[in-house]
């Protein structure tokens, strides 16, 4: 469940910090397409193991799709012991489809 929802995280998808909190980020912001994926991330995270460079769609407040890059690593308390997950997450929608372009100009 979402506990923590900083100013980055309301801007990236439009959703204020009461619209979120206590809510489960898996089952009500991912495309059922990568709830599993982004669901095993999450639980990899949980014990201990970190996650880089992951790549998933995540739905805004309208309704969009943007793609986002997320790292994930545990949150620990400080006896060391993991509470939580860290998700750290860039929109990389626009670099994309800047790609996408890219590849269409390559293959004409």
């Known amino acids: 469940l979402v ?3 900083n100013q980055c ?8 910090t009461n619209e ?3 809510h489960s980020l ?9 709830k599993t994926a982004v669901q095993a991330v999450l639980d ?6 970190e ?3 992951f790549e998933f769609p995540l739905i805004t407040k309208s309704g969009m799709h943007i793609e986002v890059l997320l790292n994930a690593t545990a ?10 997950v860290v998700g750290i997450g860039q929109d ?3 670099r994309l489809a800047q790609e996408n372009e890219y590849t269409k100009l390559i293959d004409t």
């Open 75 to 84: 949150r620990r308390d400080e006896q060391g012991c993991i509470i939580g």
């Open 20 to 22: 979120v909190m206590g």
């Open 26 to 34: 898996v089952k009500e912001f991912i495309t059922d397409d990568y």
């Open 51 to 53: 996650t880089e460079n």
């Open 3 to 5: 506990n923590v929802w």
């Open 44 to 49: 990899r995270a949980l014990q201990g193991a």
């Open 92 to 94: 990389i929608t626009a």
């Open 9 to 16: 995280a309301m801007r990236l998808v439009g959703y204020c």
